[in-house]
């Protein structure tokens, strides 16, 4: 069984995509803490032709809480207009913002629920049927920390094979997960681009972005074109 672990991304870029579909069951790591100026409540859109970032503003958000413990304040009135505004050209501009609408409408006003209840309405959409999983429904031992707490998740659901994105490189060490029967791969995401209105490509935007110009179809066909890393 092929696994990935990452923690929760808002509306993340594509190849946070890439490793959800690449594999069997996604954990969703929502019981580690809050990085501040991270991805979690924020991405990059394509705003006045240029690459810009947004923010989900949060209720109490701190490097001392886990992820699931900060909840939503945003209303989403002013990104709804903003994706409008910006978007509102783009070919696949009506059906993405119907899906838009459907995750901002969510009933529920926790983080981690929020950005999960995200990844599931756009798998869905995209046709993708990997199994997702919220790291603190698990049984797993939560005294342990960092690569040791990720072995205990693979050996919990009898992973196979670990995929983790080519950022994590460093952090992850072969033989470790050897010793425990699990074969370690890094994907690193192949250079993608697409148009963009009349703009030059520009790349490392959020998945809505991509939503925005490209159809499920198209999309699939961009999420396969990765390389998998094995480490030295």
């Known amino acids: 069984m092929k696994l990935g672990i990452m923690q929760p991304y808002l509306f993340p870029y594509i190849g946070y995509w890439q490793l959800i579909k ?19 409540n924020r991405n990059n859109l394509l705003i006045n032709g240029e690459k ?32 409008e505004h910006n978007y509102s050209k783009a070919p696949y501009f ?11 409408i969510y009933d529920k006003s926790n983080l981690a629920l929020f950005i999960a209840n995200s990844i599931k309405i756009i798998l869905a959409y995209l046709y993708i049927n990997t199994k997702l999983a919220l790291s603190s429904s698990l049984d797993k ?35 470790e997960f050897m010793q425990n029967n699990i074969n370690l ?9 697409y148009k963009q209105f009349r703009n030059g490509f520009i790349p490392g935007l ?27």
């Open 185 to 193: 791969y890094f994907l690193k995401t192949d250079f993608i681009s």
């Open 141 to 175: 031992d939560n005294s342990l920390k960092g690569r040791d707490k990720i072995l205990d998740i693979c050996k919990l659901l009898d992973a196979s094979d670990y995929y983790n994105a080519i950022g994590g490189i460093e952090l992850y060490s072969k033989e």
């Open 206 to 232: 959020s998945i809505i972005d991509v939503m925005m110009f490209n159809s499920p179809e198209q999309i699939n066909q961009m999420l396969d074109k990765y390389e998998l890393i094995l480490p030295q």
């Open 94 to 104: 009506e059906q993405v913002m119907k899906l838009i609408k459907e995750i901002v």
């Open 52 to 83: 810009k970032l947004f923010t989900i503003s949060l209720n109490g958000a701190s490097p001392n809480k886990l992820i699931n413990e900060i909840s939503i304040a945003d209303e989403f009135n002013n990104f709804l207009k903003m994706l």
């Open 22 to 40: 690449a594999v069997d069951t996604y954990v969703i790591y929502d019981d580690v803490s809050y990085i501040v100026r991270g991805w979690i």
